[in-house]
Structures are given as structure tokens and as C-alpha cells.
């Protein structure tokens, strides 16, 4: 019997159990009050549009229970990068540790994103300096220095 076959069973128990409870809740409802239909309205509709998401994201070979940060590998190799600055015997164990870890097509992608967060970084520094941001709180934030947020905030000024 193939797995398919092994499925098929589990599947339509699965599918009677989701109808009889729809038929229980439908009985609950006559009996409840609006706010009660409601909530049992919204629940049913959160939970179709979860197994929706699920089944979606399991077609596409991902992980549907995967709640972490999707940049949290990113954020780690950054936090790496800046811990070993003073150290070379660190910064040489990273970078063997990534060669070893990262293929062509990855380090592609960090490599762009690393030039489009660089390319964005003058218009998220007018933003904040535009919301009253001072220029220690924007260098601090982006992680460069008041004279780079200056530079960049003389450089629009000129332009204007």
C-alpha cells in the first residue's frame, strides 16, 4: 500500500471530524447569542486560513511550524562579523566557519542584500532625521558614525 493509499483513510477521518465539529458548532450557534456566532465565525474562518497557510507553505517545501526571525542567520553572521573586528584568529575561524557553511547562490544573496541595505541606508537616515532622530541616536542605530549620518544628511541638503 503506498503512502498515498495510507493517507487517503487518515485524510477522510480527518475531514468527517472537521464536519461533525462544524455541525456541533452550527447547533451551538442556534442557542448563542451574536457576539457567541460571531467569535465561532472568526475562529472558523482563522483556523481554514491557517490549515490554508500550512498546506501553501508544505507545497513550497518550507517548514509551517518555523516561527523565527527569517533574517536570524543573517543577523548571527553580522553579529560575528562585528565581535571578531579585533581579533584576527576569531575573524579567520568565522570566515572558515562560513566558506564551510554557505554555497555560491547564498552568498550571492547576502552579498546583493548587503549592497541594497547600503544603497537604502541615506533614505532611512532622512527619515529619522526628519522624525527628530539626533544624529548620535541614527549613528548608533545603523551602526556607522555621526560623521557619516553628517555626510549624509550635508549631502541632501546640497542637493535640495
Known sequence: MSSDENQAPQQQATDIESLLDRA??????????PADKLRTRLIAALT???HER??????????PDETGDPFETVRAIADN???S??????RTALLDDLAGRLDNGTVR???????????????????HADTGFSTAVI???????????????RKRSAEK
Open 54 to 63: 500550512r498546506a501553501e507553505i508544505l507545497a513550497a517545501g518550507g517548514n
Open 81 to 83: 562579523w562585528a565581535a
Open 109 to 127: 544573496a547576502l552579498r546583493l542584500a548587503g549592497e541594497a541595505a547600503a544603497a537604502v541606508t541615506p533614505r532611512l537616515i532622512y527619515m
Open 48 to 50: 481554514d486560513f491557517d
Open 139 to 153: 549613528a548608533s542605530d545603523f551602526g556607522v558614525s555621526e560623521s557619516y549620518v553628517y555626510r549624509i544628511l
Open 85 to 90: 573586528t579585533d581579533d584576527p584568529a576569531a
Open 24 to 33: 456541533r458548532l452550527a447547533d451551538r450557534q442556534h442557542r448563542a447569542s
